[in-house]
């Protein structure tokens, strides 16, 4: 089956820290990946993606290359802020069943200054 | 802009009641969906649906049942609520499919007592 395994948080840097957050998922076909990012008390946003396997996303600082041969979409930023301390979320589309995207359970990044 | 706009924001519920949670999208999108998101579990999704007149099951369609109004809206319903339900229920919309970017609603912060 499809499946998203993210690293288990929380995590906790400081400011101007570098930044890593582990995805790999399992998939039949050729999914898109997606990180969506959820701050406190809002909905999810799509921060980045990509369809492809080579393909970077990036997107305020983020970004995050589609590695078909590790399965892998990890994201990364070099130098995180207070205000991206947020829940972030992998995620996962197969073409074959475009109307299901699978999450993973979820990061949380606390920033402190 | 409102996207994707879901009421209650709130609600307590006694075990056994029934409520019905209201979305509607004004991005003229034709994928719905209902989320649920609890602690270490990610977004699971409950029902979906492809087009208007449609709907689908997800992955934990059991005690829920969806309608699809019109275009704009799609209804979750609890019609005996039970303590497993709390949860926070999103609401979401696609132009298409799941590769498509999904946007969220606020969320509804539901408690069964």
């Known amino acids: 089956g499809n499946s998203v395994t993210q690293m288990e948080g929380p995590v906790t840097l400081s400011e101007e820290a570098f930044l890593t957050i582990n995805c790999t998922y399992t998939a039949t076909g050729y999914p898109s990946l997606f990180w969506y990012v959820q701050y406190p008390g809002e909905g999810l946003q799509l921060l980045l993606k990509a369809t492809k396997a080579d393909d970077k996303g990036s997107n305020k600082g983020f970004e995050a290359t589609y590695r078909k041969e590790t399965t892998s979409f990890h994201l990364e930023k070099g130098s995180v802020q207070v205000s991206d301390s947020a829940v972030y979320f992998c995620a996962l589309s197969v073409e074959t069943s475009y109307d299901k995207v699978i999450f993973g359970p979820g990061t949380s990044l606390s920033v402190i200054p | 802009n409102a996207g994707v706009t879901q009421t209650p924001k709130f609600q307590v519920l006694k075990t056994g009641q029934s409520m019905t949670l209201q979305c509607a999208q004004d991005?003229?999108?034709?994928?719905m969906y209902w989320y649920r998101q609890d602690p270490g579990m990610g977004l699971r999704l409950i029902y979906y649906s492809a087009s208007e007149g449609t709907t689908d099951k997800g992955e934990v369609p059991n005690g829920y049942n969806v309608s699809r109004l019109n275009k704009r809206e799609f209804s979750l319903r609890l019609e005996s609520a039970a303590p497993s339900q709390t949860s926070v229920y999103f609401c979401?919309?696609?132009?298409?499919?799941?590769?498509?970017?999904?946007?969220f609603g606020e969320g509804s912060w539901l408690t069964v007592v």
């Open positions: 979401a919309s696609s132009e298409a499919r799941g590769m498509d970017t999904i946007y």
């Open positions: 991005m003229n999108h034709n994928s």
